[in-house]
């Protein structure tokens, strides 16, 4: 698939950030106070170190999904799910690390390649214009902050694709990036996959990033409990201001160690940048599971299917960004699943590794 089609096909752009419909009636019903510590956590004193920079997940059971009015249809039915154990990068991969794997292997990333114009034709209507070849130049998808409240529902007011945008120039050719210890940016999936590989690791399931997301907490809503985020004492890089034209923020991504971890250690389950899965997102998934009954380590890899585009596969990404608000993407919270296509890049979408136990 072409990373153009993102800008052709405004709702697979729209999918980043979902206005949720009754958001503040929905939130009143939901329960609050933090979650409840779960027996595989409880047995566990500390993260267990795997290998630099990797912590042990638990083998556990927990139900997956949510069936809260302020949830997405595509969160239900909640069904159980048991999850092996394994090993997870404690951070979002950064800057550093995916340098270094770029000088070892001299990888060139999706975003720094033109746009294949053949392959472009075989996800958009028959007929479509072929772009302009400014279009169709390396390039990547950049948030720009409005200067005044716009309406929620044109996400081209502050989209944009930008040539040169790409992991080394997160805002455009003339920028750098904020620093060595915030997360990659502008990265595919198939960026994230050679990365891993090289690694010798993979990307989690949803199944997987959901659970650890958790920390060891039972019915959550973050991965620090379901306590709403306090500004004066943010757990995560979330949008703090009113989304998307006033922000009390100066940059966009934070260093991936700057807000505390969850029970498991992990960092940034939610907020600062989207990560990646390695499942396909079927907007009827979850339908297909409950019906199995407790299902053992979940992997969605035969179909994918979303309705607002049946025919552009895509994947499913977790744990939301510096974008989310919950007036707006409430996607920080932890049952939250939205998709994107693999040649998707873009500033607010980075990824993490697992490794099998």
């Not at 044109?154 to 944009?160: A, G, K, L, T």
């Not at 694709?161 to 999936?189: Q, Y």
């Not at 050679?194 to 690791?201: D, E, F, N, S, V």
């Not at 029970?263 to 079927?282: H, K, Q, R």
Request: hydrophobic fraction near 30%.
């Amino acid at each position: 698939m072409n990373k153009f089609y993102s800008i052709l096909v405004p709702l697979l752009i729209f999918t980043f950030c979902h206005s949720y419909a009754d958001d503040k009636a929905a939130k009143k019903k939901e329960p609050c106070g933090c979650g409840k510590v779960s027996k595989a956590s409880a047995l566990i004193s500390a993260p267990k170190i795997a290998q630099i920079g990797m912590v042990e997940i638990p083998s556990g059971s927990f139900m997956m999904g949510n069936n809260d009015p302020a949830a997405k249809p595509d969160e239900s039915p909640v069904h159980q799910v048991k999850i092996d154990a394994f090993y997870m990068d404690e951070t979002e991969v950064t800057n550093e690390q995916f340098q270094k794997f770029v000088k070892e292997t001299s990888y060139v990333t999706t975003a720094e390649k033109p746009v294949d114009w053949e392959l472009l034709k075989q996800q958009i209507p028959p007929n479509t214009p072929k772009p302009s070849a400014d279009k169709l130049a390396p390039g990547s998808l950049v948030f720009k902050q409005t200067k005044h409240p716009v309406s929620l529902n044109d996400y081209s007011q502050w989209w944009h694709w930008i040539n040169g945008a790409d992991w080394r120039h997160p805002h455009g050719p003339k920028s750098k990036i904020l620093g060595n210890d915030h997360p990659v940016v502008h990265v595919s999936f198939e960026d994230a996959q050679a990365y891993c590989k090289w690694q010798g690791k993979r990307l989690p399931t949803e199944a997987e990033r959901e659970w650890a997301a958790k920390g060891g907490l039972e019915n959550n809503k973050y991965p620090w409990g379901n306590e709403e985020v306090d500004v004066t004492k943010p757990q995560a890089n979330i949008w703090e201001g009113e989304f998307p034209h006033k922000s009390n923020k100066i940059d966009w991504t934070t260093p991936v160690k700057k807000y505390p971890p969850n029970g498991y250690g992990l960092y940034d389950m939610a907020g600062n940048v989207w990560e990646w899965t390695s499942d396909l997102y079927d907007a009827h998934y979850y339908v297909t599971l409950d019906k199995q009954g407790s299902v053992v380590n979940p992997h969605n890899t035969e179909k994918s299917f979303d309705p607002d585009d049946p025919n552009v596969k895509k994947y499913v990404i977790r744990g939301g960004s510096f974008m989310c608000h919950n007036s707006y993407c409430w996607g920080y919270r932890i049952s939250a699943r939205m998709k994107t296509s693999p040649d998707s890049s873009m500033i607010n979408l980075g990824f993490r590794c697992v490794k099998d136990k």
